[in-house]
């Protein structure tokens, strides 16, 4: 089974434990969530989860799902009014927009409760050894001081590192994807933890500028949303600290630091071959040419 | 230490790991979280634990901390313009009120996950083992399909069954509470889980029809909120249902239920006067008169 369908048929497994809920709600959930992105969180930690040897498959796709569910999670309450007030989002109405601001706010509620106890089932069997290792690794990304509550906290602060801030927003998640990954799928206590989370992190970073650099070059209809969000915004991007160019070459440098950073295991190649890939795909040849 | 100091105390280095978050926020958490009101569900919690037997202390404080940290959540959440608008809580502004609207959504979303958070970390020694159950009692407890998030979408529905909606909103910490004292305090599978439950739900539904009888009878400086607030937004209420009197009736009943399904441990006889206690402390004898 590829990476992508055993995502979502997880996620679907873990959305699908709604029985007896408010009917509205358990909509707004599963509006949230289907249909996803590409779910680059996900599968960076079903990749580097191979990439350690598969020893808890179980175990890596809770841990899996437990981070695209907090992706999911931040995009329904940054998109509301208090923050970015934005209408569309995956090519249709946002969150608050379709169900309003009330059950907004609960669907993201809502979706944060899930990560932990979709991670807590994953982990509950083979994997027990491993639950304490996996929550501090996925609550650190996802809360105080250093996760995405926090980065999306730096948007209200009269001034904010542009480092920080996007550390926190973006590549903490990418760095609790790469690290649970080698958590669930290294033997016990073999993870390397720290090592994954740097890799995760340039990683997350590229992401980061590959997207301030879609925001400004690629069409809408090449992103799914309205471009020029940040500029429009005023948040801080790469490009506006760089240049386009300026961040190209960044984005580059970011990639290959990644690769480096990529601890010995014995799925290594595999997996730089896989990033190298993604990157394509982030910023397809045509983008590139126009950031150049 | 009384268990006032001992939640205090375990509440405050829960809010301490906050070096390196963006102040406001930092801010915004600690000033939801203290000063407390009666932490009522932590209190259950470590009582629960004691009568247990009390063999993991550090797990039984982590599971009372994050009941109180998911708790404040649903408060800040609960208070904001979307839901109740409430201008006041505990006796001064709400946090949406003091900090703005965006900064009162990350704060519960930031509570959220530091429960999680602080759950993994004291039961990640010793108690490691104790952890799966702790994660799933809790996380149960808050989300979906009955947890507390549930319980406030009831709200969002064009009609809601009363005890379904009291029962998500109100009972399910208290049987949280209850049982994840339990899981803490006995020995390692032991804890009659389902039967704590049963036990926390009727002292979580005594709690609300308690509620519902000050929020009619008491004067606004006894409940440092304004009075009358069910009513003025067209909540169900056990008063609304069945006038003060039959409320009255009712509280005492689930009582007495929650007292006979006390599971045979060996502090039930404390945990039966110190629920006797708390009944007096929630309805003092001159507002019970006034409902008679």
Redesign the interface.
């Known amino acids: 089974m590829d990476a992508m369908t055993r995502i979502e048929q997880a996620m679907q497994v873990a959305l699908g434990?709604?029985?007896?809920?408010?009917?509205?709600?358990?909509a707004a959930?599963r509006y949230a969530v289907f249909p996803g992105g590409a779910r680059v969180r996900p599968r960076l930690c079903l990749s580097v989860a191979g990439a350690c040897g598969g020893h808890d498959p179980a175990a890596a796709e809770a841990a899996a799902v437990a981070i695209e569910l907090l992706h999911c999670?931040s995009l329904v309450?940054d998109d509301?009014p208090?923050?970015d007030d934005a209408a569309m989002r995956r090519g249709k109405p946002s969150v608050h927009r379709a169900f309003?601001?009330?059950?907004a706010?609960?669907t993201?509620?809502?979706l944060?409760?899930?990560a932990?106890?979709t991670?807590?089932?994953g982990?509950?069997g083979e994997g027990?050894?491993r639950?304490?290792a996996l929550?501090?690794i996925v609550?650190?990304a996802?809360?105080?001081?250093?996760?995405i509550?926090?980065g999306?906290?730096?948007?209200?602060?009269p001034q904010?590192d542009l480092a920080v801030y996007q550390r926190a927003k973006t590549a903490a998640l990418f760095a609790a994807a790469a690290a649970a990954g080698a958590a669930a799928g290294a033997p016990v206590g073999q993870a390397m933890v720290a090592g994954w989370q740097r890799f995760g992190e340039h990683l997350g970073e590229a992401y980061q500028v590959a997207d301030d650099i879609r925001d400004v070059l690629a069409r809408p209809e090449e992103m799914g949303k309205p471009a020029g969000q940040d500029h429009h915004l005023g948040r801080p991007s790469a490009v506006a600290a760089f240049g386009a160019r300026g961040a190209l070459l960044r984005l580059k440098g970011l990639v290959a630091s990644a690769i480096g950073a990529i601890p010995p295991c014995p799925g290594a190649g595999d997996l730089r071959g896989l990033i190298l890939l993604e990157v394509q795909r982030l910023l397809p040849d045509d983008i590139s040419r126009r950031a150049a």
Chains 1, 2 share one sequence.
Do not use: K, Y
């Open positions: 434990t709604t029985g007896g809920s408010p009917p509205r709600l358990a959930l999670a309450h509301m208090c923050f309003g601001e009330n059950l706010l609960l993201g509620d809502a944060i409760v899930l932990f106890q991670l807590g089932q982990a509950s027990a050894g639950l304490g929550l501090a609550a650190g996802a809360g105080m001081p250093f996760g509550v926090a999306q906290a730096w948007e209200c602060e904010a």
